[in-house]
DNA sequence: GCAAATTGGGAAAGCGCATTCCCGCTGCTT
DNA sequence: AAGCAGCGGGAATGCGCTTTCCCAATTTGC
């Protein structure tokens, strides 16, 4: 038994499909309500759904939104997601799901695949790459999109602006002061810590790592200190694990070892800016793994304040973003933001925890 | 500027709607080269993205696959997601997303959702409910799915049946022995508690939590221990929270406070297990709070291994639960399980860590 | 009281594509 | 050399729905 038609609830009811369309749906006309009535028991009584895509030709608009994420179960995506969703079922459209592990080639085939679909509109959350190896990709990733909003389509973006796109038509962004952020970060830091300052960055070229570097850096130089070293890895725990590994290496060769904490002149204790949380956490697992202890041998910060890791302790210093909040206005035509074209901001707040606490002795 | 059609690729290759059709996919018959080339050349320079809802209705299939979820940004069903996700990947369908917050109501509001949109499969991962509050919901959910199933449409569910299906045609279920694998972590920790045991559960009713706790009462029983009191609570970080601000309320009348360890006839440490592991999270979150420490004042253990969570210190015993590949498995017509009704196992593991560490004195 | 405007319903034309059927053609058999 | 299979392409139909257009029956206006 496939599924009833509308035609098939028509013909039950005595009335044309026309008819039985009006009723049915929100239709600008409706019929009389002894019709009405005698429609919607026919539908209830041979349980008719609507076929969506019959519908979506007809009307040529889908109540789909596309988005793409790099890693769904990355917990930074996956409460962008949350509030992605949230809009959705608002605007009630439903979301339409696409992973990429942050390659451009899989983005641009994600995108024709949403609007083959004839996506409403589509998000993209993914932090935008630079690196030239990616340029070609970026291209078509742009070209592709630029069609997509070209045919009526909406775009949303989070973070960065896509590189190359055309025009600003259909594009709307939610910009994140990841500079701004990180160079307060850099600054309230600075000002209670005499150490050495590290960074974890994630791969060079990945705009969201780059600018959190670039603010960081900016804010050392406020403090009137010299820039910090960078350590470029993967975006992720394991990036940050192996980045955490290497410093360990770094801060036990200076004699940070062991638990008799005062040896002769105990150097400055070094603080680690991770670029994003999941790696600050892999790194501190690192630091860990090698006898280390946060804050007392070496002070760690991250970026996000993921939720999940609020528990974690120490207690990450971190920079708070509204993730969901971002989730929810990166989709066009919802949230208080200008509709079509423009950039809407959030605010982010730094959060100093336990992790960078200055002193460092075990607390109880 | 719409989108082009097959009909305009059709003409400007000047053949016929049919025969561009044919080439431009992968159609049973093949046109010649030639015209094959020019077919796509035109589609090309046209930018041509087929309709795929106007492919769905002449072919009546969507290459959709519908998840529902209780929130996807819970690390448990973000990783289930990832998993669905790949499967999809594999078949190369997309992935619908719904959030129900565990509401039978929204659950057969998405499944509906999806039947309208002619998805080929939907995976239902949330936890089903038994609660009475929830009878009906869970019949018309049922009866929802059944109409779904009827219609030729594949349903997999994660953990439990959907209780109240009329018949097996068309599900799939990936079993996961929540209770068995309880009884084992029960039966390891009562191997080196002698404490007393409580089980911070969550809402009476939601089957997952049922099971746990039934398998760890079984666990204890054959460990020759009294059954275990149980806090019902949210399922929840929050509700872990909860339960562990009344547990420490209760370790505290003990005498279990401040830093001097012994006291008079240190009573025995209290042993607790959170239902999943975000609970557990949340009570350790709350222990601490009051000042107690983990494993010293209290061990604990959670159940589902958590990835994010794998940093947590101090580490958390815990079931470890295959979590992508209970996703992969899922979604019917992946995984190497039999097509069609029936059962898919998983297995899981007894992970014990620090949490639960006996003795309990703070290591370096 | 009659023309004009309004209402309420049906017929029909697509939306963009897949697919069945059909037809002219080439190449083979006997 | 005539007949037949087989192939390559096009015309036409239908998927399920929306929406314009059209027509008959009422209301309204003066």
Known sequence: MAASTLTEVARLAGVSPATASRVLNGSARTP????????????????????????????????????IVHDIADPYFAAIARGVQAAARHQNKMVLLATTAGSPADERAAV????????????????????????????ELAAELDRYCRNGGRVGVVGHAVVGAESDEGYHVVGVPNEELAAELARELAASHAGEFVIIAGPEGLLTSDDRVRGFQRGLADAGLPPADVLHTGFDRTGGYEAGMELAARIGAHGGSGQAGAEAAAPPRLCIFAVNDVMAIGATAALRSKGLRIPRDAAIAGFDDIETLRDFRPALSTVRLPLEEIGRLAVPGAGSGTVGAGTVGVTGEVTLRRSTEPGGEPAS
Chains 1, 2 share one sequence.
């Open 32 to 67: 009389g309500p002894d019709i009405a009535e005698r429609v919607r028991k026919a539908a209830d009584s041979l349980g008719y759904i609507p076929n969506a895509q019959a519908q979506g030709l007809a009307k040529s608009s889908s109540g789909l939104i596309g988005l």
């Open 112 to 139: 024709a695949a949403f609007a083959a679909r004839r996506a409403d509109s589509i998000v993209i959350a993914g932090s935008r790459s630079a690196r030239t190896a990616d340029k070609q990709g970026n291209a």
